[in-house]
Structures are given as C-alpha cells and as structure tokens.
C-alpha cells in the first residue's frame, strides 16, 4: 500500500532550497551580461522523449523453505520396531530352561488345556516365592532406524544490478525571466517504464539425509504363573510324554504353558545392518515487475550559444515516482537433479510512492521552424527501498537511476 509519510520522511526540502537558491544566483550573476531587450517573446516548450535508464539495482534477503524443513527433520527421534510378543500356546526355547507343548496342551478335550508336563529349568533363582511365578529369559533382535541430516544453508544477502530499461518522458517548460543569453524557467516532467522486469535463480540450500538401520539386542522375560504348585528342584526336565514315558518321569509336574506377562528390555548390545544416503538441493526463483511513473518539477536555468541556436539546460528538480511492483517466488526441492520433493510458491502485488532529488543536464539544438532537437542526461534518487516479502524471503528495490534520453520538442 502507498506511505503516506513518505515525503516528511525521506525528502529533505532543505536540500533542494539550497539547489534552488544556487541556481538563482548563477542566472542574477549573468544579468549584466545581458542587454536588456531580452528573447523576443517567452515561449512554452513541449519535449517529447524516448528513454534508456540504467543503475536500477535488486536486493534480495530471506532464507528458504526446504532449510525450515530439514530443521524438523533434526528434531526426529530414533524409530524403534521392537518384536511383538506371543502369548499363545508354543514351544518356547529359553537361556535358562524351555517350555514346549505336550500331548494335552490346547486341547479342550484335556482335563486342562493350559498346561504341560513338558518343561524345564535351570537355576533355582527363576523362581520367585513372593510372586509365585517362575521367570525365563531368552535374547531376541529388534531394529532401530537412525535419521541425521547433514544441511548446507546460507542466507540470501544477493545485490544485482538488473538489466537496462526503456521509457518515455514528456515535459514541458514555461520561461519565467529571460535576458540575451540566459532563461529561468519552471520544468514539469512526466516519465513512464512499463513492464520493467528482473528474475534469479539460485541455491541456497543443500543436504545429505543419512538414513541407517541396526539391531538391538533384546531381553525377553517370561513370567509363569505357579501358584499352588510344588515345583521340583532346578535341574527338572520334562518329557513330551511325562508319566507315560517310558521309563515314566516322576514327577511330572505341570505348569501354564502360556505366560502371565512378557518383559522386553534393551541390552545396548548392536548390529549395524545398513545404511542410506540421500542428497537434496533447493531451486529458488525470483521475477520482479514494475511499471513505474515518476512526475518532477523544479526550476531550469538555460544559457544560449551560437547565436541562440545551441542552448544547455541544467534542472534540479522534486521527483515523485510511483511504482506498482508484482514479486513472484517459487522454490523446488529437488532429490538429486530431477526428483521434486517439495515446491512452495508466493505472489504478491502492492503500490509504492517514493519521493526524492533529480538533476538533469540537458543540450538542445534549435530549428528555424519553432522545432528542436537535442539529448538530456538525468539522475534520480531516491532514499527509500521499497520491498515485498515473499515467503522466507525478501526483495528489495533501489530506485536510483541514470537515464539518457533523445529529444524532440516544439516551441509554442
């Protein structure tokens, strides 16, 4: 949207009071030069000029899109995929013991289906006589996936100057003191750029996401329930058969062939298994359009030579420039050269007044027929940048130009 407290802010009227009042001296210091008669009658001059402007510069600020991704991919936690644990009936082989099935277990036709005579134990330490419960253990593999990513990020802080414009200015000067060699005069200038534009590309971000797999060493503990059994001494084991083996194990003491809970607990024992790298970089573009209108008005001190035929102009002059400015920002991030993993576009379009000095240098030659011809030299500035953002990241204008101009005017 346009400032309105641009002018208060960055235009110094000081300065140009100062321009103006330098100007008015040098016309009064030439005034005895001159014979009094004066130019036969003051005249009002219309130019009509085609432009080339050059000194536009692009600032561009911001970081990227794909930089704000990987930060969240720093924060990922390692993916554990422990085994999942059986509770059904089986044949269980332990460190310390096993308990396999025997000829009833499962069975709904047996006195009771949940049991088994075919079992054994170590260690006299599995059991606990507080809990009733007797505990195995075996070891198991799970696997663990390790992300990390390695990024290359640097900030955009790119100046480039932008490519050459063409334009158009119409002015017109209405002499206010005149002598034989010397005009004061007030100059109104319109200019107009049209479908100015600027693009980039770059990268400003690059990264290695390595992706590795291991397996971790798990302690699985098997409680039983076995309470109310008289368990025999550790050492015991059990046949598929029990008492009708032969010869017959007595005693053949059943237990749950199902247990009561599971306990799984990492023993920080691990296997590398493999490991994945992959390499990702961004594309960021940028386009830039502006139609720009500028209006400057100041005093203009001619001087004649060549017998009036050959005149040189100097203008300082209050410039307002009017910028209508469309920013587009698109970034891609690409896996290797081809592969798109992401893309972000932003749009934006606002108005800018900007307020500033210029100066300009002029030399016109003068036909018999009122007509004239000649080229003018001019520089603008102004102190503000205006800017748009677009996503992470921002341009930046800076409106000093140098223009050239050929001109063809008409003395009315």
């Keep these: 949207m346009i400032n309105r407290n641009i002018c208060h802010r960055f235009f110094s009227y000081r300065h140009y009071s100062l321009l103006c009042k330098v100007f008015l001296l040098m016309f009064y210091a030439s005034l005895p030069k001159l014979s009094g008669e004066g130019i036969s009658q003051p005249r009002i001059k219309l130019r009509l000029s085609p432009l080339y402007s050059t000194g536009l510069s692009i ?18 936690a390692a993916v554990f995929t422990l085994p999942e644990v059986q509770y059904g009936y089986a044949d269980r082989n332990f460190l310390d013991g096993y308990i396999h099935r025997d000829p009833g277990t499962g069975n709904s036709g047996s006195l009771v289906p949940d049991s088994t005579w075919f079992w054994g134990y170590a260690k006299a330490s599995q059991y ?22 390695i990024s290359h990020s640097h900030p955009e802080r790119v100046s480039e100057q932008t ?20 005009q004061l005069g007030l100059q109104l200038a319109w200019l107009f750029f049209s479908d100015w534009d600027w693009q980039q590309q770059h ?24 309470r109310d059994t008289a368990l025999p001494s550790a050492g015991h084991t059990g046949t598929y058969l029990g008492p009708f083996d032969t010869p017959p194990l007595v005693p053949s003491t059943i237990i749950p062939n199902r247990p009561s809970s599971i ?6 024992n691990s296997i590398p298994i493999d490991s994945q790298i992959y390499h990702y970089r961004n594309r960021v573009s940028y386009k830039l359009a502006c139609d720009q209108h500028e209006f400057r008005l100041g005093p203009s001190l001619r001087y004649l030579l060549l017998d009036n035929r050959l005149v040189v102009t100097l203008a300082p002059s209050a410039s307002l420039a009017l910028l209508s400015l469309t920013g587009k ?29 210029a100066v300009s240098f002029q030399l016109e030659y003068q036909c018999p027929n009122g007509w004239f011809v000649g ?30 101009a050929a001109t063809l005017g008409y003395n009315f």
Excluded: M
Aim: glycine fraction near 6%; aromatic fraction near 10%; proline fraction near 3%.
């Design 59 to 76: 600032r561009l600020r911001g970081s990227s899109y794909a930089a704000q991704l990987a930060n969240s991919r720093h924060s990922l």
């Design 128 to 149: 606990d006589p507080l809990e009733q419960t007797l505990s195995f253990h075996r070891l198991i593999w799970g696997q663990q996936q390790d992300t990390s990513v």
């Design 163 to 182: 490519s050459s414009a063409l334009g158009l200015e119409l002015s017109a000067e209405y002499p206010l003191l005149t002598g034989n060699y010397a």
């Design 203 to 226: 990268c400003n971000y690059k990264e290695s996401l390595i992706i590795s797999n291991r397996l971790l060493e798990i302690l699985e503990t098997y409680y039983y329930n076995v």
């Design 263 to 268: 306990l799984q607990e990492i023993t920080g």
């Design 329 to 357: 920002r698109q970034e891609t991030l690409l896996q290797g050269d081809r592969t798109v993993v992401a893309s972000w576009r932003d749009h934006k379009h606002r108005y800018e007044l900007l307020a500033g000095l």
């Design 375 to 404: 080229w003018c030299l001019a520089y603008y500035w102004y102190p503000q940048e205006p800017s748009i953002s677009l996503g992470p990241g921002r341009i930046s204008l800076q409106a000093n130009k140098l223009t050239l």
